[in-house]
């Protein structure tokens, strides 16, 4: 009998083994020696099937940290302290050609990018900010995290970019449709990423954590929190703690090392909110109002929610570490909508829904600052469902009714609103698609 479970025991991990390919394949089979070394150290001893499954449970649990295992799926990149990633980035810069090879593509993309910048400062600061992003992509890169539950949402200086340099990756509810938009609107090309299903990133809220791109809950799984990583979206084993299927909101926060995500549907969760930290779930706490497709975003620097579709408020609150404050009312009972942070401490609300007028798709471009909504402008086409993205000195709004992408620009000095224009059109009717600001080449 205990020869059969061992054998059993031995073909489940097996299975476990069969994972994609990452860049630390030769010490993820390093790695796999030494758990099978233990397992076999632990199981001589045994003398029941208790003592055998308490082996087998610590192997899976050596292989699942094991580089380019379920807890790092990209290898090292995820595990940097691991004592066997440890030993291959000692002299990296001589020794390790993974990370040589990585650091050279970062060094060509860079090179590129300086090369066709116009005189503009802007430009070259992008080019830096996306050599930066690609460096976290690279093993033995340093990476520090930091672990709080208290809301701190400084945020770094945003320098103006042309709308040329801008390229924006767009992941919708199905994930083969993805495709790649340049901020100027001359080009438009499709995108590969890969994911375990088609609809995965479908009623996703999304946001960014340690500069890469996160996605969580949604109709495919409620509690999944998955990373780009490349052009994959990996499941990560950690989970949200609440069960999220949409009109739940997700804002980076701390200087992008945690990310907030609030609300939901149904039930107690449209008050609850969990912050994740890039590794676990921290626990999770309360909001006054209902706030579903309220959304999130930062005013004064803080976590901000406004309106709700179910409950058809026009209620506005501010998250600090003393808990919510009441701010003043929107002036519509609003859902639906998109918030924007600009530098100067105010917050945009985009598009939406009037509850208060019968549901209707309102075009309004409102602003809270110093404590009063105004409204400042318009869309050129109404929507609801859409997702913005601030880049530069201009936020680009890619609706989801009208199809529309739509860019909104502001002057440099108090981010003041200058125009409105139309960029583009979206394939298709893309419910919140998920944004993330990348290089021109990127997954095409």
């Not at 900010?129 to 200086?157: A, H, K, V």
């Not at 799984?221 to 499941?235: F, G, H, K, P, Y």
């Not at 471009?365 to 400042?376: A, C, G, S």
């Not at 993205?389 to 200058?418: C, P």
Request: hydrophobic share 30%; net charge negative; with cysteine.
């Amino acid at each position: 009998m205990r020869f059969l479970l061992i054998i059993l025991i031995n073909l489940a991990q097996a299975s476990l083994r069969q994972r994609d390919s990452c860049n630390n394949q030769e010490i993820n089979n390093e790695c796999l020696a030494v758990c099978d070394a233990e397992y076999f150290d632990c199981s001589k001893n045994c003398e029941n099937s208790d003592c055998l499954r308490k082996c087998a449970e610590e192997v899976i649990a050596c292989e699942n940290s094991c580089p380019c295992g379920a807890d790092c799926p990209t290898g090292c990149v995820d595990c940097p302290e691991h004592p066997l990633c440890a030993e291959e980035c000692e002299d990296a810069q001589l020794n390790n050609n993974d990370y040589k090879i990585c650091v050279n593509a970062a060094i060509c993309e860079l090179d590129f990018c300086l090369k066709t910048c116009p005189p503009e400062i802007g430009c070259h600061n992008s080019c830096y900010e996306n050599y930066t992003q690609m460096l976290f992509l690279c093993p033995c890169i340093e990476q520090e995290l930091t672990t709080t539950t208290e809301i701190s949402t400084t945020t770094t200086q945003i320098s103006p970019i042309e709308p040329s340099d801008v390229f924006i990756l767009v992941i919708p509810y199905k994930v083969d449709e993805s495709y790649l938009q340049s901020g100027d609107g001359s080009s438009q090309f499709s995108a590969t990423i890969n994911a375990p299903e088609n609809n995965y990133a479908s009623e996703a809220a999304h946001a960014l954590v340690n500069g890469k791109l996160h996605i969580f809950g949604g109709n495919s799984d409620v509690t999944m929190i998955a990373r780009l990583d490349d052009c994959s979206l990996n499941e990560l084993t950690v989970r949200l703690n609440e069960q999220r299927s949409s009109g739940h909101a997700a804002l980076s926060i701390e200087n992008g090392e945690n990310v907030l995500i609030c609300f939901g549907w149904t039930g107690d969760i449209r008050r609850t909110c969990e912050i994740f930290d890039g590794s676990t779930t921290v626990s999770t706490f309360s909001a006054d109002w209902t706030h579903n497709y309220g959304g999130l975003g930062l005013y004064k620097n803080q976590p901000t929610s406004v309106g709700s579709y179910e409950k058809e408020h026009q209620k506005a609150e501010t998250l600090s570490a003393s808990g919510w404050t009441a701010l003043p009312d929107h002036p519509k009972r609003i859902s639906s909508h998109s918030l924007v942070a600009l530098e100067n401490q105010s917050m945009l609300l985009i598009g939406g829904r009037d509850s208060g007028n019968g549901g209707v798709t309102q075009s309004g471009i409102w602003q809270l600052k110093d404590e009063n909504w105004n409204q400042i402008g318009e869309l050129l086409q109404a929507d609801f469902f859409g997702s913005a993205i601030y880049i530069g000195r201009s936020v680009y709004y890619f609706g989801y009714d009208s199809k529309a992408i739509e860019r909104l620009d502001f002057n440099e000095e108090t981010e003041e609103l200058q125009t409105v224009s139309q960029i583009g059109n979206q394939p298709g009717n893309y419910y919140y698609p998920v944004l993330f600001q990348t290089v021109s080449n990127y997954c095409i």
